[in-house]
């Protein structure tokens, strides 16, 4: 069973940075292609980023494209979500989540991921 734990949320001030990390149990980390995705009070998940099982390939919504970046380090089994230049709009949980299938294509959409964490709250003050 595969199981992730996200952190690193918190309140900041617009402008600022935080970094989230996704750490993965029941699956080498280096099988899966992982996502972040993010869900504000009142609308739909959203996808944020995803990174492939091997690394080489990349992701991101036009919205955070050049302010995050997401990266793994199989070693630690974990996945980061580094984001900078951090605005209001950006406040929402912030949901880890593991492709559905080992060694699967990146994807932007929630329905190819299999295994999801419990959320970390991002809050972005103006």
């Known amino acids: 069973q595969v199981q992730l734990v996200e952190s690193g949320g918190g309140l900041v001030q617009a402008g600022d940075s935080l970094r989230l990390s996704c750490t993965v149990s029941?699956?080498?980390?280096?099988?899966?292609?992982m996502g972040w995705f993010r869900q504000a009070p009142g609308r739909e998940r959203e996808f944020v980023a995803v990174?492939?099982?091997?690394?080489?390939?990349?992701d991101y919504a036009d919205s955070v494209k050049g302010r995050f970046t997401i990266s793994r380090d199989n070693a630690k089994n974990t996945v980061y979500l580094r984001m900078n230049t951090l605005k209001p709009e950006d406040t929402a949980v912030y949901y880890c989540?593991?492709?559905?299938?080992?060694?699967?294509?990146?994807?932007?959409?929630?329905?190819?991921?299999?295994?999801w964490g419990q959320g970390t709250q991002v809050t972005v003050s103006s």
């Open positions: 989540a593991a492709g559905r299938r080992t060694y699967s294509a990146i994807s932007r959409y929630p329905q190819d991921f299999g295994s």
């Open positions: 029941g699956r080498a980390l280096s099988t899966s292609t």
């Open positions: 990174i492939s099982w091997s690394g080489r390939a990349t």
